[in-house]
């Protein structure tokens, strides 16, 4: 790992003891964090999260970013019924896991571009390493970030079909790659003070949209 990335940093972050609950599937809830002037651009990136999927849907967006009047930039993880998806441009991983089954799961994603090697974590496992995934490329920074729909920079629309229903929980942004046992780690406690490098759990609170509740104290369970 770079000697400048931590993952699992040890300071406080206050106030981050809360969840975020998606009560319905509608095309006005989410988070929207269109203020990205400040993300440089990625030669690598960790995103990870705890969640509660509801199951009574079979499909739903976590995270999705996109950079305005660069279409091709973008990130999407997502899941359906018997699969997890990670979007990279163009580029497609797909990790096989139910995540529909009311329980919560910790969820974590690691791209490298250098290597070209992306790996899915579902509750501190590697279930897949996918291999010559952008190897070499760069996603460039500025853009927008958004939980809990396909909502992008060029095209400001969601669909119903693909908005998330269910809870989130200390959802983390870095521009470094996570180690395996980072992720083992941040699997067995929900209540971990996980600060993201590119945007942590607290900045999320700053753009909720539509009926999505804030919920003090989590309810999250670690694995």
């Not at 490329?137 to 119903?160: H, P, Y």
Request: aromatic share 12%; glycine share 8%; net charge neutral.
């Amino acid at each position: 790992m770079d000697p400048n990335f931590s993952f699992l940093s040890l300071s406080a972050v206050l106030g981050s003891n809360f969840d975020l609950i998606f009560k319905r599937k509608s095309i006005d809830d989410m988070v929207l964090l269109s203020d990205g002037k400040g993300l440089p651009n990625m030669e690598s990136f960790t995103i990870a999260m705890y969640l509660r999927a509801d199951s009574r849907y079979n499909l739903g967006t976590l995270f999705s970013y996109s950079v305005p009047q660069q279409p091709n930039h973008t990130i999407v993880l997502s899941f359906t019924e018997s699969q997890v998806q990670l979007e990279i441009k163009d580029s497609i991983v797909t990790a096989e896991m139910k995540l529909l089954d009311d329980h919560w799961h910790f969820l974590g994603v690691v791209w490298q571009a250098e290597t070209g090697i992306v790996s899915v974590y579902v509750d501190g496992t590697e279930i897949k390493k996918a291999r010559n995934v952008k190897t070499n490329d760069t996603i460039i920074g500025g853009g927008w970030i958004v939980l809990g729909q396909r909502f992008l920079a060029e095209v400001k629309m969601s669909t119903l079909s693909t908005a998330f229903a269910g809870t989130m929980h200390q959802v983390g942004f870095w521009n470094g790659p996570a180690e395996p046992v980072d992720m083992w780690i941040a699997a067995q406690n929900c209540t971990w003070p996980i600060a993201g490098s590119l945007r942590s759990w607290n900045n999320f609170l700053f753009g909720i949209k539509g009926h999505v509740e804030k919920r003090f104290i989590t309810q999250c369970k670690g694995t």
